[in-house]
């Protein structure tokens, strides 16, 4: 995004938040988590400011996310992601570029983006969320910008709607805000410690998607006719997550956080065309999940947009979501 193509909210916000461009680049280097919607954040009321239709409530994934580090670049901006020179054409490289010249406001200062992520590609999550934060974190530092961590993650919601929750370890809720301008908008950590917590991660297939999330709920605002259904009901899931994970009370929450990904399923299958994130061994996952229920098993399952399943039960329950899901990866954000 070139200045000019910057929209004036955007600008405006910029401006009033960083105040004058920078005149120095430092070295600077940053982390931070990935995050796992626990009630989901699906479809803008604003696609200019990224603004969702419902709040949204994650749990952040401790030392799984991604590093990102900051420096003087010799002639042109240089990206790199895990070591390897991206062409500034692709567009994780554009994407990056894009972002840092928000903040850098068409000043002279080439730059040199290093990003690397510790979530193992086999676990099938994506780094968008951690990406955006880790590089708004090392932006922050890089330009002298001296944003508090709300308004860094007012800000990553521009590059992803869901990295706004991965300025925080553990329950992060992300607040819809009622302005027009954006500006209430952002990241919010709970105090709520739960050390027992845990999330497993099941791959399906860890390839890229083939659609990307803002595509996908974009074509679902659009076209579903069941999306009318859905702010109401995810605000009122996310209110009812929150107070669950305040008191702890893992009855309410695990039941409610997968009939919340399954509703938000629920509307792309509507979309039309229809719109499949989840693949025939997703159910599958799903399907023997359910089983192991019937049987006691207090585990349940939330999925994002890709066929991975992540799996939400406490620590009493690990044994047996291991031996029932071996190709797992088991995740304690609280230890
Ligand atoms: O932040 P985005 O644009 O990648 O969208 C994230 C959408 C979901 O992961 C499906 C839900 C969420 O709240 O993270």
């Known amino acids: 995004m070139a200045e000019a193509q910057v929209p004036i909210e955007i600008l405006k916000l910029v401006e009033t938040l960083c105040g004058p461009a920078p005149e120095q680049l430092q070295e600077a280097q940053a982390f931070a988590p990935s995050n796992i919607a626990l009630a989901k954040y699906w479809g803008k009321r604003d696609e200019v400011l990224n603004l969702p239709h419902n709040s949204s409530v994650s749990v952040s994934l401790g030392s799984l996310g991604s590093y990102t580090k900051i420096s003087a670049a010799e002639g042109a901006d240089e990206v790199y992601l895990a070591g390897k020179a991206l062409d500034r054409s692709e567009p994780f490289a554009a994407k990056v570029l894009q972002f840092v010249e928000l903040f850098r406001r068409g000043q002279s200062l080439p730059i040199r983006v290093d990003t690397s992520n510790s979530i193992p590609t086999a676990a099938?999550?994506?780094?968008?969320?951690?990406?955006?934060?880790?590089?708004?974190k090392a932006l922050n530092e890089a330009f002298g910008l001296a944003l508090s961590l709300p308004q860094q993650s007012l800000f990553a919601r521009f590059g992803s709607g869901s990295a706004t929750r991965s300025f925080w370890d553990?329950?992060?809720?992300?607040?819809?805000?009622?302005?027009?301008?954006?500006?209430?908008?952002?990241?919010?950590?709970?105090?709520?410690?739960?050390?027992?917590?845990?999330?497993?991660?099941?791959?399906?297939?860890?390839a890229p998607k083939s659609h990307s999330s803002r595509d996908g709920m974009n074509h679902t605002t659009a076209t579903s006719p069941l999306y009318a259904s859905w702010p109401k009901q995810a605000e009122e899931d996310f209110c009812t997550a929150v107070a669950a994970i305040k008191d702890r009370d893992f009855p309410t929450l695990g039941p409610l956080c997968e009939a919340n990904a399954l509703a938000m399923h629920a509307t792309m299958s509507a979309a039309r065309p229809a719109l499949h994130y989840l693949s025939a061994q997703s159910w599958e996952i799903l399907e023997k999940l359910s089983q192991a229920r019937g049987d006691g098993l207090a585990a349940f399952a939330t999925m994002d947009a890709g066929p991975n399943i992540k799996l939400l039960y406490l620590d009493a329950a690990r044994d047996d979501v291991m031996s029932l899901f071996p190709t797992a990866t088991e995740i304690s954000p609280f230890n």
């Open 124 to 136: 099938g999550l994506a780094s968008s969320a951690s990406g955006f934060a880790a590089l708004m």
């Open 170 to 206: 553990g329950f992060v809720t992300w607040e819809r805000g009622v302005r027009s301008d954006g500006s209430d908008s952002y990241g919010v950590p709970l105090e709520t410690e739960w050390p027992e917590f845990r999330i497993a991660l099941v791959p399906v297939n860890t």
